[in-house]
């Protein structure tokens, strides 16, 4: 009898459900829901980078996207759904109470943007983040070692005591902060007591400072010794930490009932959205698997054994089956990457949206729609030289190498006769030099990197984009043939916590769809970038300075 699995992925924007075919990985159904809240920019300040998410949007769209997708299959396949496992964005942790309830869902704290998710992209705590490694000097055990040894504002702790030191409400209430990814698993099993909230390592080692090596989070002493406000908190993250092979439970009453499945589906550990991804691309040893969206989360994995006593600087962390279970896991990635390309779009989409409105609304619309793609197809024509405007890739920070999200993106040699294809080649270039850099911090540290697999919406809508990405690497790039690898890695989990194979291995093999494109470098072209890539490898430098 032929079994099912969900794959759920929740992004920066929407929700994906998808249901999967556990013995071949053919996908069923697909369903995506925008998040409503979030789409009209509530409970945010993009000019203090101050980005927040409601947990109504999480749960409502993910109901809605679940039950099209059981509607659209039926009750027959729908009653042999044997496992979910979810995937989010992170560190993207909201403060709980005892009943593991977010604080927003509280009628007192409805409309607090401080007790909300607060998003990745959220850099609102930088200067706690400077704290945080200041104060990591003082301790004889380095507790940033297995981070890169740079803590980053996008992480756990660093928005805790950010939000803690601003909002006494929010802190008085606040029993522990639970990431997003481990949240809905407790959610989707009746979880009622955070103190039994079960943690993936993913989130857990790569954003909150876990590790195997150390035995688990730093001692209360280090996060009291920081600020008093923190005292006792790292006692309340006491619940089991787990790879993503292992169950959380089954559903609940309420939640099967809500969704249209059995209460004998088992859901999973959660982990990082680009984590499941990498699963879902079909991640080998030593390749560099890049998933791109919004930011970029590139992931490589290797044998443990490869990496006695390798620790590789300024990158988001390596840790002890993040990935794959067995195996290192290793995360590095761009804060900003399609972000910027939308930046741009809607800089050029201004009077369209608050002029052009005024007199044909739809009109506006239809061309704003057509703006990438043009922006595309013409910056593909303009003829690579040395002197062609170039940009740096900061417009969110600098996530990977050497965490600095205090640095501010820049576009250098405009002229009076820079125009909008030329401008967006420069930023396209940015990008792939921000990708460049990732892979020489690798290699420089001693990792080998055999191949560049890609991943995500961008790498199978632009193939501008992917040419100029593998001509300034100097590297092929294959690119997975699903569009929803995050949500397929998630269902590959679920299929091995329901023994529908018996390591996540197996299920790669039999799920995975394979890839269906590649791209190779134009050696003609790579003198010319080498020399452009040069000028951005110096701004970097400077800025480290």
């Known amino acids: 009898m032929e079994r099912y699995t969900f794959g759920i992925d929740f992004g920066t924007d929407s929700v994906r459900a998808v249901l999967v075919n556990a013995q071949n990985g053919h996908e069923m159904a697909v369903a995506i829901k925008e998040y409503p809240r979030w789409k009209a920019g509530m409970f945010c300040n993009p000019q203090a980078d101050q980005y927040r998410q409601h947990p109504l949007d999480y749960l409502e769209c993910m109901e809605s996207a679940i039950r099209e997708c059981v509607d659209a299959v039926g009750p027959e396949i729908a009653g042999r759904v044997v496992g979910l496992s979810v995937d989010t964005t992170a560190s993207t942790p909201v403060a709980v109470d005892r009943t593991g309830t977010p604080l927003s869902l509280l009628p007192e704290f409805s409309d607090n943007p401080n007790a909300m998710f607060v998003l990745w992209k959220d850099h609102t705590a930088n200067e706690e983040a400077l704290e945080i490694n200041r104060h990591a000097e003082n301790f004889e055990i380095n507790y940033l070692q297995y981070v890169g040894g740079i803590y980053s504002s996008e992480w756990f702790w660093s928005k805790i005591l950010h939000i803690f030191r601003r909002d006494e409400a929010v802190r008085q209430a606040t029993y522990t902060w639970v990431e997003h990814c481990d949240w809905i698993p407790s959610v989707l099993t009746g979880v009622r007591d955070a103190s039994l909230i079960k943690r993936g390592v993913c989130a857990a080692g790569h954003k909150a400072l876990w590790a195997q090596e150390f035995g688990g989070f730093p001692p209360n002493d280090f996060f009291s010794s920081l600020d008093p406000l923190l005292d006792g908190l790292s006692d309340t993250l006491n619940g089991e930490v787990l790879d993503a092979s292992h169950a959380v439970g089954t559903l609940s009453e309420e939640w099967a009932r809500r969704l249209g499945l059995s209460t004998k589906v088992l859901v999973g550990i959660g982990a990082i959205d680009c984590h499941m991804g990498a699963v879902g691309g079909q991640i080998e040893p030593y390749y560099l698997s890049k998933v791109i969206g919004t930011s970029t989360c590139d992931i490589l994995v290797a044998p443990t054994e490869d990496m006695d006593g390798k620790l590789v600087r300024g990158i988001c962390g390596q840790v002890r089956g993040s990935v794959i279970p067995g195996m290192l896991g290793l995360e590095a990635g761009q804060s900003a990457f399609g972000d910027i390309y939308a930046w741009f779009k809607n800089l050029l989409a201004w009077p369209l949206r608050n002029i052009l409105s005024e007199f044909d609304e739809n009109l506006g619309e239809k061309v704003e729609a057509r703006i990438l793609k043009e922006l595309n197809q013409q910056a593909a024509q303009i003829e690579l030289t040395e002197e062609l405007e170039w940009a740096m890739d900061w417009w969110n920070g600098r996530r990977t190498p050497d965490a600095d999200l205090l640095l501010t993106g820049s576009i250098h040699g405009l002229r009076l006769g820079s125009d909008a294809p030329r401008i967006f080649r420069a930023l396209v270039e940015a990008t792939a030099f921000g990708s460049k850099s990732i892979v020489e911090r690798f290699i420089s540290e001693g990792i080998p990197i055999k191949g560049l697999i890609a991943l995500g919406g961008i790498s199978r809508k632009s193939d501008f984009i992917m040419q ?78």
């Open 468 to 545: 100029v990405m593998t001509d300034v690497i100097g590297m092929p790039i294959k690119v997975h043939r699903s569009e929803q690898t995050c949500a397929i890695g998630g269902a590959m989990f679920a299929a091995t916590i329901a023994g529908v194979y018996p390591n996540i291995h197996e299920a790669m093999k039999s799920m995975g769809q394979g890839f269906d494109k590649e791209f190779y470098p134009d050696h003609a072209r790579q003198a010319t970038y080498q020399k452009r890539y040069e000028k951005y490898r110096n701004q970097s430098v400077g800025d480290r300075k």
